[in-house]
């Protein structure tokens, strides 16, 4: 019996705990390149499978000016690696490293 209620209780844990999953995707700004109109201003966005999503867990500005004419946010779309999860509507980033 202590098996068994061993089994179901680690069974819950395991199906209960969200997976963050890395991937190379397209990030750029979500309202001047991908966009995206929810949100007033320059916002640092992912695009996943043909879809834009904003982040949460990095800001635009940690990357340089996003308004530079030859890298930056507003005016390019760039690749990087992240580490994240989508939750409500938002790519909630736990890492992300730009590749190019």
Excluded at 11 to 32: D, M, N, P
Excluded at 34 to 49: P, S, W, Y
């Amino acid at each position: 019996m202590k098996k068994i209620l061993f089994i179901f209780f680690f069974g819950i844990i395991a199906c209960s705990q969200k997976t963050s999953k890395t991937q190379v995707v397209e990030v750029s700004c979500g309202q001047c390149k991908f966009g995206l109109d929810t949100q007033k201003g320059c916002d640092l966005a992912v695009r996943i499978n043909d879809t834009a999503y904003f982040v949460d867990g990095a800001h635009i500005d940690e990357f340089g000016d996003a308004h530079d004419i030859n890298m930056g946010f507003c005016n390019v779309i760039r690749k990087a690696e992240v580490t994240g999860e989508i939750v409500e509507n938002r790519f909630v980033a736990s890492e992300l490293k730009l590749i190019d």
